[in-house]
């Protein structure tokens, strides 16, 4: 299993800056898919951005050139810069590992994010 356990968010004004963490522990972290969704309230949960091991990126078209997703693969960890912050961003954010082998899926807690003048 994987535990996630993540740090940051918070409120911000619209064009704001955040920084989302996320520290993993577990076996096979190392090599797992990393990333974030977010749920905002009344929709589903939506993919925001995920990291391989080897640095491959991939983001949501509503977060492009103001999101950047990073790891650490000596420290187990993946974060979320947030810039140019809009109301539209509110939400709760999950950080997320995928399976591998026969290690499930893990999701942390969930840290909200809340944009508002």
């Known amino acids: 299993q994987v535990q996630l356990v993540e740090s940051g968010g918070g409120s911000v004004q619209p064009g704001g800056s955040l920084r989302l963490s996320c520290t993993a522990s577990g076996i096979y972290v190392r090599i797992t898919t990393m990333g974030w969704y977010r749920q905002a309230p009344g929709k589903q949960r939506e993919l925001v951005a995920t990291?391989?091991?080897?640095?491959?990126?991939n983001y949501a078209d509503s977060v492009k050139g103001r999101f950047t997703i990073a790891r650490d693969n000596e420290k187990n960890t993946v974060s979320l810069q947030m810039n140019s912050l809009k109301p539209d961003d509110t939400a709760v954010y999950f950080c997320?590992?995928?399976?591998?082998?026969?290690?499930?899926?893990?999701w942390g807690q969930g840290t909200q994010v809340t944009v508002s003048s």
């Open positions: 997320h590992t995928d399976r591998i082998f026969a290690v499930p899926e893990s």
């Open positions: 990291i391989t091991t080897g640095g491959l990126t």
